[in-house]
């Protein structure tokens, strides 16, 4: 069975650095063609694909926030983590991790069940 | 950026009748284009990708159609259970993601 957590902070003040992870089970981001995305939703709002990172540690970032982001892997752990810097009211909202592989291209197959974050002073 | 356009908003049906959503791309994304379902509170469930392959477990009442920049996602009688908000995605200008804004289904 495949599956992933998102975890970290539920509030974080604006200027902070966000941290959240993602950890998985039932694959591995030592595959080929295996990745791993963070998408984030506002609340009421549509879907934001926010980074990519693939078993080859290539990294891919939404233009928007490219200079904000940072995503890594960490095989051993079954972990990817996105860094966000100087957050903001408006990065207010349920953040997704979601794997990429080549069996379902182009797309994103099984989501995990999404983290709350509250950006406030 | 290409742009996802979903139309309508807002698409007000009965049990058993037939939904039929659009989602229309800035520019040619091929067949690069996937539906998900999303309910309150919960992650969206991919449906369709590569605009007409259905993912696992999907019921057959689902059907996603189109390339270049027009897309459809047929639903060919709707259950209670498929009231919800879809969503089109796309792939383009390798790897970049985009999200159109959505299409509420609900209950007439």
């Known amino acids: 069975q495949i599956t992933l957590k998102e975890s970290g902070p539920t509030l974080v003040k604006p200027t902070q650095t966000l941290t959240l992870t993602c950890t998985f089970s039932?694959?591995?981001?030592?595959?080929?063609?295996?990745?791993v995305v963070w998408i984030r939703q506002p609340p009421g709002e549509a879907l934001e694909w926010l980074a990519l990172?693939?078993?080859?540690?290539?990294?891919r970032y939404t233009p928007s926030l490219k200079n904000r982001l940072t995503i890594a892997k960490d095989t051993s752990k079954n972990q990817v983590v996105l860094t966000m810097t100087n957050v903001d009211p408006v990065d207010t909202g349920t953040y997704y991790c979601?794997?990429?592989?080549?069996?379902?291209?182009?797309?994103?197959?099984?989501w995990g069940q999404g983290t709350v974050v509250t950006v406030s002073s | 950026e290409t742009v996802l356009t979903q139309s309508p908003a807002t698409l007000s049906l009965s049990p058993g009748e037939r939904a039929t959503l659009s989602c229309r791309a800035s520019?040619?994304?091929?067949?690069?284009l996937a539906w998900y379902q999303q309910k309150p509170g919960q992650a969206p469930r991919l449906l369709i990708y590569?605009?007409?392959t259905r993912a696992t477990g999907i019921p057959a009442r689902f059907s996603g159609s189109g390339s270049g920049t027009d897309f459809s996602l047929t639903i060919s009688s709707l259950e209670p259970d498929d009231f919800a908000v879809y969503y089109c995605?796309?792939?383009?200008?390798?790897?970049?993601?985009?999200f159109g804004q959505g299409t509420k289904v609900e209950m007439k």
């Open positions: 590569d605009a007409s």
């Open positions: 520019q040619t994304v091929f067949t690069f």
């Open positions: 990172i693939y078993w080859d540690d290539d990294q």
């Open positions: 979601a794997r990429s592989w080549f069996g379902v291209p182009n797309a994103f197959d099984i």
């Open positions: 995605q796309q792939r383009s200008e390798w790897p970049m993601f985009t």
């Open positions: 039932g694959f591995s981001l030592d595959t080929n063609g295996v990745g």
